[in-house]
């Protein structure tokens, strides 16, 4: 039988863990209202509760914004938007050669679709964040939105105060929120140094994250500085990993509990997915009880990566003959060209953004393959 | 088309009819829309017709409906939902005329002083055309002998601004003619923000004999600016670079020893006010053997300046170094700790590194600080050189993040 102090402990443990998960499950709690002002587009990633993780890479900050979009269903949704560049362009009051779309993220919740563009150049240029909602573009206001902001540290300039702002700045390759932590790719435009970086969420104003040096063998060699150009979340077993993709194509697995504060930390190549290749942009899905990598590449299409083999495969460390492939099998998908974002929207769709033969570009729906 | 229209007078105030209060109820389903009277319409032939207008407004344009009755312009304003109404019957397009399957530009409507005016939520292009249409009809149904027409519609051209000169490359860094095979990083500095998001289009890394080294170049997806837009860093490759490595030994190194190349930027790549750049430009240089030596603060000569001047303090480098790194990573600090401030100077093809203080030096102890993340051309940092292997040889990481120079004045 309990005492009456175990009872005590018990109950004030169990409140404990009731507060902590009523905690867990509202992550829009600590967010403050107001003005977000982005100063570059760049990656968009979803946290879960709707909230839009929006990175700023010029401001060197990340943004976490409740959308509250919950209303609609990703099942049902369908995007189909021709010439979506020249659209935005109208919807923003000029060319369409003076838009870019740097991301697009679904909502997994509503599967309503964001988008993060620029319109302009220079000191004159305007990020905004769109939302497709039924097939039709609007700005998704940031003039007044509950929100939290990490800004990433940035090397000191030593002579700042007489030159005025500092020209270096970072890029932003890629951002997820994998097991409560924002994980973050880059590179700076001055020093070379390629790393991932990774921030609690919600954010903590006395923790601005820690970095990680990420290295994968590369047939004997070490590859050491190229950056991680997109990742995503991958369960092995029971442990959590990043899977992440270089240029020329190597995929790698690394297990998230090794990508401590700085730390370095050895990744291994489980494929090679051809040279003269950038990979754009993945996700994992399942189908048939399978599980599968859907990837969007510069020169080498849209491959469907099949990823049983991905606990126990062989690091690839020697040099790959052929067709510059091996490890992880892969089929590349023909239906699907001119593939530069996708994003997962249900069970069986994905939503894409395809450059079409005259240049344009298309917004929609496609079926998983 | 038009320029800049005006309407031919003040708005109108003077019509209050239950006539058009009627017609305007109508509109938003407040009530039920009366017969309307020729000989009402008639009476208001003679007044300011209703138009739009783009006005210059708080250094930007604004759209404006001018010429509507006042009793019109306050059931805008009193009636609530105005973007949501107004965006019925009054929208802007860009180009000459609206195209069918393209959204209206985003913005805000306003009454003000009886106007109603359209705020665009981004500030117009100058040298484009937009184009407004106004459906009368849904404010002021017209009538057989009726004043206005059912629907207005009016192109603008949004002045040009003051053309300057045009954009320019205004430099190409390293500034060397001589680079080593394992080159890493050129900036490209303009003389005014142009385009981004299409950079590799414009760029061309030859050979001796006119054939493009191809893809030499990494892309990242998000091209490496600064904020201003005025500097681009193009990294060469670094699987290309590192030897042993998959890329290079599929596709061969970027450079080769004893060879030479040109790195040429299409004069098409438009500044950010759409003008292609003045003229093309040619980065020329020829290659060395590969440099695998880090950055040796120690090995730099230190030529201190006397006292009482403003004499630059001067660093001059074994070697070329990263000329944006150069300006940013580099300090000097007084006796105890503070920052000295000056002006930061690279020359001699980034061997030579000067400070000119903003006030004379006083004699004493001082140090040059240097952030360990120093670069050489081909990326060996004073930290570690660029082709290391990280788990084997933690041995030879630096420690700290700074090495110091000490030296006096005197």
Redesign the interface.
Known sequence: MLSRNSLAVCAILCLGLAVSRAQANNLATDLQKGAVEL??A?PLAFAPEGILLVSD??AAKVYAVDTGDAAGNPESATVDI??VR??I???????T??V?V?DMTVNPRSGNVYLSV?????????T?ILLVKNN??S?FSLDNVPHAVATLPN?????????G?????Q???DMAYIEGRVYIAG???????SKLRSIPFPFQSTDAGASV?V?HG??????????I?TFAEYTIGQEPHVLAAY??T?LVKIPVADLKPGA?V?GTTVA?LG??N?P?DMFVYEQGGKNYILMAN?SRGVMKIDTSEVADIEAITE??FDN?TAGLSYETIEDLQGIMQLDRLNESQAVVLAQADDGSEDLRTIELP | MASILHCSRSPRRAFTGGFFRRWWSAVFGAAVLGVASAAMAHAESGDTPVDLELRPRDGGFTFVVCGLPSHVSEQLQNGGHLDERCREFFQIHVGKRPEADRPPMLGRYHVQEGELAFVPRYPLKAGLHYSAWLELSRILPAENDSPWPARLERSFEVPSKEQGPRTTVAAVYPSADVLPENQLKFYLHFSAPVRTGDSFRYLQLRDAARNDVGLPFVNVGQELWDREGTRLTLLLDPGRIKRGLKPREELGPILEEGKSYVLEIDAAWRDAQGRPLAKPYRKAFSVAAPDDVQPDPHAWKLHAPPAETREPLRLVFNESLDHAMLHRVIGVQGENGDQVLGQVEVREHETEWRFQPETPWKAGAYQVVVDVDLEDLAGNSIRRPFEVDIFERVDVAIPHDTVALPFRVE
Do not use: W, Y
């Open positions: 100063t570059s760049g890479p010029m021709k010439d020249g659209k362009a109208s919807l923003l009051g000029t060319e050669q003076d870019q740097r620029t319109r302009g150049a220079g000191p004159d240029a305007h905004v039709e573009l700005e090397p000191p300039d030593r002579n700042a105060q007489r030159r702002r500092s020209l270096r700045a890029t932003i390759t590179l700076s435009n001055e020093e070379f140094a040096e290295f590369a047939h004997g060699g070490l590859e050491t500085h190229s950056p150009m240029t020329c190597p370095k050895r090679e040279n003269r950038r754009l510069s040099r790959v510059g």
